[in-house]
């Protein structure tokens, strides 16, 4: 079983950009669907993007569209999040989960393994 790992959180400030990693050291981190969440403080953690295990499918909260995309090499078993004209309210825990399944792309409970999280501030 996989178990993701994030990093390339920080802080920054607003109108910056920050790349975050989700990655794994196993042989079948190729074949899970890969989405990121973010939760800020005293809100529920929220669906920001998901990629297909392939790549060629990708979805965004529209809360993010036209500012992230998400991407994936499945020869480095990495899922990047690629984040643009970030904004105060980017500001939260994002975290990287793996799955299997078919179902809503947007829902957390579809996923099967969860990382630990890395935090993004945007000051503003």
């Known amino acids: 079983q996989v178990q993701p790992v994030e990093s390339g959180g920080g802080l920054v400030q607003a109108g910056g950009s920050l790349r975050l990693s989700c990655a794994d050291s196993?042989?079948?981190?190729?074949?899970?669907?890969i989405g990121w969440f973010r939760q800020a403080p005293g809100k529920e953690r929220e669906f920001v993007a998901h990629?297909?295990?392939?790549?060629?499918?990708?979805y965004y909260a529209d809360s993010v569209k036209d500012r992230f995309t998400i991407s994936r090499d499945n020869a480095k078993n990495t899922v990047y999040l690629q984040m643009n004209k970030l904004k105060p309210e980017d500001t939260a825990v994002y975290f990287c989960?793996?799955?299997?399944?078919?179902?809503?792309?947007?829902?957390?409970?579809?996923?099967?393994?969860w990382g630990q999280g890395t935090q993004v501030t945007v000051s503003s």
């Open positions: 989960a793996a799955r299997r399944s078919s179902g809503s792309y947007y829902a957390l409970h579809e996923y099967d393994v």
């Open positions: 196993g042989r079948t981190f190729s074949s899970y669907a």
């Open positions: 990629i297909s295990w392939s790549g060629g499918k990708t």
